[in-house]
């Protein structure tokens, strides 16, 4: 059965890239852990199949369902969601093509433009993305390639219009690649606003369960899917069958986590707003947030991540870390558990310095999936 883009979410991240086994009719796709197949006589593949760098079934299987869930053509499956990136700028530019970048992005993303890149060729200019005509200001005409965008970006959570900035991308020539991991495509869908390329962490929300890295690209234009597909094969960074079995076993419950995720976030909302040693809450659901309009416009919900900036500075915001039980001190986000973390120490040490420093006494939240009472009761012990 072909799974058309018209059906509903959860129908296509439970069923699309998961028919039944064809031998046993098994309803969970196969681990093919394979690296080559038998070929129908010399250069004859079956089934499209030769190496598993090229394609494997079950990294098929992901991609398939990637493409449906993100109202894309195509998806492609890599190692790490850094893997992904560096794959698509190799893909998209050359040395002395210009990318215009977010000025509040992941710490590791930065580092891979400023000193891989960089140094590979590409230049980079960042901008806020809450500016659109700072993101035109920003564009080199003839030499901008990519307009790279985070919406909510990480960790402040600022809000980009994707709509306006695809129009400004591509008056320019350019092409708007949107990091969705904080949204999932749950929650927002860049293509059917007019973003080139989708990227994600499947590591995060995707996987959803701490146990898998991963990245993603999404894409709709077949010439852009011929780039891809040849740098992903050329540069080899793929996801491996066991890993692309667990995300795509992740996604089957993407829809039912984001709704509880949020719904929780909005209850720790509720409580940091409240409390006398918060200064301020950094989340696009809240009505003063400047991105709020934007974000109801464009998003289903406003997602899991939670920052806030304390009073006491930076080691009252340590204290807050070191403190919290429920809420595990660690990097990453997305699970099923709830994580804190301090961005200027973990996350974003890598932007010290430089114009996307985040502030000292900021604190990131990833609001999981446990009991309510539980995440707020924790939150008020270790900010006591």
């Known amino acids: 059965m072909t799974y058309e883009h018209s059906y509903g979410f959860e129908t296509l991240a439970i069923h699309a890239g998961n028919e039944p086994d064809p031998t046993t009719g098994s309803v969970v796709p196969p681990i093919y852990a394979t690296s080559t197949y038998k070929q129908d006589g010399v250069g004859g593949l079956r089934n499209g199949y030769e190496y598993s760098r090229s394609a494997n079934p ?43 970048f977010p000025d509040d992005a992941y ?12 140094t590979w060729g590409v230049e980079m200019t960042p901008a806020a993305v809450t500016n659109p005509e700072a993101i035109r200001a920003a564009i080199r005409p003839g ?33 708007l690649v949107v990091d969705n991991t904080f949204a999932s495509p749950y929650l927002q869908q860049p293509l059917e606003l007019g973003a080139d390329v ?63 995720h949020s719904d929780n976030a909005e209850k720790v909302v509720e409580f940091l707003q409240r409390h006398k040693g918060v200064t301020s809450v950094l989340y696009p ?46 990097e990453s986000l997305g699970g099923v558990e709830s994580l804190i973390e301090h961005p200027g120490k973990m996350t974003h040490a890598s932007v010290a310095g430089t114009p996307l420093e985040v502030p000292a006494d900021l604190i990131r939240l990833s609001v999981g999936i446990e009991t309510i009472d539980d995440l707020l009761a924790d939150l008020d012990r270790a900010m006591a």
Request: proline fraction near 3%.
């Open 58 to 100: 079950t990294r098929s299987a992901l991609e398939e369902c990637l493409a449906a869930i993100e109202a894309g053509t195509r998806g492609f499956a890599f190692a790490s969601g850094l893997a992904a990136e560096d794959t698509l700028i190799r893909s998209l530019c050359v040395p002395g093509d210009h990318v215009v």
């Open 107 to 118: 710490g590791g993303t930065f580092r891979l433009f400023a000193k891989v890149l960089g």
């Open 143 to 175: 030499k901008t390639k990519v307009v790279w965008l985070e919406t909510p970006t990480n960790p402040l959570l600022n809000v980009a219009d994707i709509a306006i900035v695809a129009q400004i991308a591509h008056d320019a020539g350019a092409l």
């Open 198 to 260: 989708v990227v994600h962490s499947t590591t995060k929300y995707m996987g959803g369960h701490s146990d898998v890295v991963g990245g993603a690209l999404i894409v709709r234009d077949a010439e852009l899917i011929e780039k891809i597909a040849f740098h992903q094969n050329a540069i080899g960074a793929v996801a491996g069958p066991f890993d692309a079995w667990l995300v795509l076993r992740g996604i089957k419950t993407l829809g039912v986590r984001m709704d509880r």
């Open 285 to 330: 659901g809240v009505d003063g947030h400047p991105g709020h309009e934007t974000a109801a416009k464009q998003m289903k919900r406003f997602g899991g991540i939670v920052s806030f900036r304390v009073t006491g500075g930076e080691q009252h915001a340590l204290d807050i870390c070191n403190k919290a039980e429920v809420f595990t001190l660690g």
